[in-house]
């Protein structure tokens, strides 16, 4: 299967910026538009009897009531310990220049969940799916003068998930303003039937709107420009648009010598697609674009652009730990830098659509993307109340709505996102077929089941081979409106779906913990592309897919440490990521860099036993102990060989491959300096790693995103507080309160210090620092200039510190 796509998205940039002037909201309506709708709301947590006799709270959006309230053990686990409930939203608005011309609608990347929309007292809709984004029209219900808009939120079925969902209007919303003749709602679609060296062809399908009443001849004028601004493609068409309905057409471009997108290289084109009426605009259609071709192979893998790559994947969830759902758009550009870093070329939308910008984030960073639909079909799945596999089960979630939304929103998720070149398939769903929660089948007396819930066949759950009639009809909500990408879904019970027709339907079929069958089964299906979906962090698990030409890939679960699928309390989160809620990299973080990135490196972890080295448990970053202690000196690496020293002292030279085994040292510990030395085959030193023995904690460190500050659209400061001895060494042990001093123009959106089992509040301006280190994200207000704003310190039993944003 070959699959070549151009990827366009509709920005919200995509015509004019309106002014906006708040309380009441003001809005100029010269031109179309589609602007950010986030500020000047309120919020009502509770039934709302009478509006007039409420306190509404003024916030901005986004925002996650859950995340701001009470960590409790009555809440369940697999949602963090953390509440939901019922909620109301409330923004009144003027739209200046108001014209019963135009068309208004209000766009929500994302509501949770159950959401109900009212404008001027008339009822919009429902949507219960709090992934999906969903759009509504305001026009027949505004006023000239003063609007106000109404959403209730109802999570009142708090663990509906395994995971930590948030609760509320938890990613952006758009106003959207247009002409009566217009593009439709992701309207636009780019494909690439043909790519070479020298050309590349584009097919740009078009659904426009005229609402004007009268046939009405259009020109569309499309330009490509490239990152110099250079236009190197255009096209003026001339259409007929028939009056009150959805006008389809299809144009056609060619771009010479295209340079292609890939993750070293994610090359974007920026594209303009303007509909003009007797010369004047009606509207202007603006993106980037980029150009990339791929196919998936049964013998041989993954190709992009005609080369043969391993893709390097990590599951992520759309939480950021003290942020919970509502994560600006800066804070996971940093933690996408973080995976850059790591060697990560991929990443999988576990297990719902994300935020609208993660996509464009990954677009213009490099990273191929999974995007994925569902965590259950018409069944529910066991949601842990008590900790993950204790007690008795909920068994809450969205399959309650699946038989009517099902369909509906997956094609939603693909008309979203569809025209992004960093998507390279359409996940239908994850571990649907997880054995016995629900589906059963009397294979599981006999096979080989790493997950399984309960002991064998259950005769009283339901039979799994009707998965595969769901499968088809999802897949062919999917290829209504996109076939340049393959379907797929993660399998959890592959020996149970095997005697189904599940993996038939779908186009390539992803393993989620199955390494041990990739041999086995390609054997048995040798049409079949198989590829791993999610994996453990074992040598083995990579091992399986670098040795096998077949298998594409390995996504790790997981990258970042989440909220919720929590052990008993007082956890909040499994600690499954190799990376903490703070965005921190943990140790086994750079084992991964030691598998994935070839930029030379070395890296030392210390544990107390042999069993902790093979299984990468326990590892600390601190040489510390007493005279008495052995400890064992891990190396992760890439180089040819690793030599350690501990104070000036060889202790031997070692292989820096791994051969199925752990590199380590037993060393006795004495105090001082642990070095480690990584050598090329020519026995240069190319990478090196410190350790010192730590001394008392003395002093502490302050560092920010500095280069992220004073741009336009830049607001979120990420402040870093290690505490350190007097040589600089990071203290691990001496935890200590840090607290944030700061001007009006500031904000804390939350303070992570990544530990798993503090439950401190989030909003606070003070937070306990966790193995020496705290993260602090800050909002820094419209209009707010570096040379005027000073932030202050305080570290307990240390003293303070101020720095100011103009400090570069």
Known sequence: MTINFLKTLLHWQKILLLLVVSLPLAISAQENSKM?????????????????????????????????????????????????????????????????????????????????????GHFLGKRPNGFIPFQYDLTPYLNETENEILIKCNHTDYAD??????????????????NPIHFSQWGVFVTTPKIEKDEAELNIQLEIENLTGQLSPSTIIINISDNEGEIVATNTSTLQLYPNRENYNELHLKIDTPKLWEPDTPNL?????????????????????????????????????????????????HDAGALGAAVPKEVWKERLRTLKKLGANAIRMSHYPHQDYIYDLADEMGFLVQDEAFDEWEFGKNKWIEGWNEGTPGKDGYHKDFEQW?????????????????????????????????????????????????????????????????????????????????????????????????PKILDIVGYNYQEFR???????????????????????????????????????????????????????????????????????????????????????????????VIKRRHISTSWSGSEKDVKYVSAYTNVDSVELFLNNKSLGKKKGEYDGKMIF???????????????????????????????????????????????????????????????????INDDRPVTFELPSSIKVLGLESGDLKSHENYQSNQRSSYQGKLRAYLKLSEGTKNQDVSINVKVKGIGEKSFTLNER
Request: proline content about 5%.
């Open 406 to 502: 099902g369909a509906k929103d997956v094609e939603d998720m693909v008309r979203r996102n569809r025209n992004h070149p960093s998507i390279i398939m359409w996940s239908i769903g994850n571990e649907i077929d997880y054995p016995n929660d629900p589906y059963t089948h009397p294979v599981l007396d006999e096979g080989r089941n790493p997950q399984i819930y309960g002991k064998g066949y259950m005769p009283d759950h339901p039979p799994v081979d009707q998965l595969g009639k769901i499968a088809n009809e999802l897949s062919m909500a999917v290829k209504k409106f996109d076939t340049t990408r393959p379907v797929t879904a993660a399998l959890a019970g592959v020996t149970m779906s095997n005697f189904t027709a599940y």
């Open 269 to 317: 084109y920026d594209v303009d697609i303007r509909i003009e009426v007797d010369g004047k605009l009606m509207e202007l259609w603006s993106d980037k674009i980029g150009i990339r071709d791929f196919k998936f192979d049964a013998n041989k893998g993954f190709f992009l652009n005609g080369k043969n790559m391993l893709i390097k994947g990590v599951c992520i969830h």
């Open 36 to 120: 950010l709708f986030n500020e000047s709301w309120q919020f009502h947590l509770g039934e709302l009897t009478n509006k007039s006799d409420v306190n509404w709270q003024n916030i901005s959006l986004p925002h996650d009531w859950s995340i701001q309230s009470d960590f409790d053990p009555k809440w369940a686990s697999g949602t963090g310990f953390l509440p939901g409930g019922i909620a109301w939203y409330k923004k009144n608005f003027v739209i200046q220049d108001y014209s019963p011309n135009k068309k208004y609608s209000i766009y929500f990347d994302g509501v949770y969940k159950n959401s109900e929309v009212w404008i001027n």
């Open 518 to 612: 990739y041999k086995e089964d390609h054997a048995k299906y040798p049409e079949r592309v198989i590829y791993g979906s999610e994996n453990g962090d074992a040598l083995s698990a990579w091992n399986a897919v670098k040795n096998n030409d077949f298998i594409a890939s390995q996504f790790l679960w997981t990258a970042f440490d989440f909220i919720g699928e929590a052990g008993k309390w007082p956890y909040r989160s499994s600690g499954a990521g190799i990376i903490d809620l703070a965005g921190k990299p943990k140790p086994d973080f750079y084992f991964r860099k030691s598998l994935w990135n070839d930029d030379p490196m070395v890296f030392m972890g210390i544990t107390e036993t042999e069993e902790n």
């Open 161 to 178: 998930s395994r995971y930590y969902s948030g609760s509320g209007i938890y990613r952006n919303v758009y106003l959207i303003q247009q």
């Open 665 to 731: 040292w037993k060393v006795p510990f004495k105090s001082g300096a642990l070095l480690l030395k990584g050598y090329n085959k020519e026995g240069k030193e190319i990478a090196t790693h410190t350790l010192h023995t730590p001394e008392s904690i003395a002093d502490f460190k302050i560092t920010y995103n500095k280069e992220d500050i004073g741009t336009e659209v830049d607001n979120i400061l990420i402040v870093d507080i290690d505490l350190i001895d007097k040589n600089g060494t990071l203290i």
